[in-house]
């Protein structure tokens, strides 16, 4: 399949960008985020937590906590690929639930509801200057996004930019992507 072999070869890119690299695309990436609409008008706000290639998402929510924000993160169940956010409120409540996943656990006095999100931080491993983007292949944000009326951009490193990804009629763009050197909208 066509999104597949983007799928591979984006996971070799990324796996081969030290830490010491991404750290620092980490800091430009978040610091031109911070500036943003999407970051000063959100009260609460969808991250994940970021696996061992990706961008490190903690200090972005650290961030958020620091600044009064509510942070909400994903719950995915394969059986039928929906997801739900639970809030976030400090480390300890993370479960391993596989290799370098690491999910909230299902508490339902924190479960929230799309329209009660203000900004989804949509995670990927290549994305194109429209907003599209190429995932995991779950397709479990192309299913939360369908019904989600807010905000929703993402964070991504130059190297996962180009100028077309392949997408499908399901598949939704994001408002944004912000880059260590830009904001493509
Ligand atoms: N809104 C939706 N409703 C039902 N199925 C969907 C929806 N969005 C995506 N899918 C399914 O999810 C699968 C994965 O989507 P894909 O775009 O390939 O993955 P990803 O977005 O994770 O890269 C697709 O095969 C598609 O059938
Ligand atoms: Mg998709």
């Known amino acids: 399949m066509y999104k597949e072999t983007f799928r591979i070869l984006s996971k070799r890119l990324l796996k081969h960008i030290t830490k010491e690299q991404k750290k620092q695309y980490l800091k430009d990436i978040s610091n031109r985020l911070y500036q943003t609409h999407w970051w000063k008008n959100s009260d609460v706000i969808a991250l994940t937590i970021a696996r061992d290639i990706e961008l490190d998402t903690l200090p972005i929510i650290e961030e958020g906590w620091k600044q009064g924000k509510q942070i909400v ?36 006095k924190k479960l929230v509801q799309p329209n009660q999100i203000d900004l989804i931080i949509v995670p ?11 995932g995991y292949g779950g397709g479990y944000y192309d299913r939360y996004l369908a019904n989600y009326p807010h905000s929703k951009i993402s964070l991504a490193m130059e190297q996962q930019l180009v100028k077309h990804v392949p997408h499908d009629q399901y598949d939704l763009p994001v408002d944004a992507v912000i880059s260590e050197k830009n904001i493509y909208q």
Do not use: A, S, W
Request: hydrophobic share 35%; charged share 25%; with cysteine.
């Open 73 to 108: 993160i994903p719950k995915c169940y394969p059986d039928n690929h929906l997801m739900n956010f639970y809030l976030f409120t400090n480390q300890h409540e993370l479960e391993n639930v596989y290799l370098d996943l690491y999910e909230p656990k299902e508490d339902p």
């Open 124 to 134: 990927g491993l290549l994305f194109d200057f429209q907003g599209f983007r190429i």
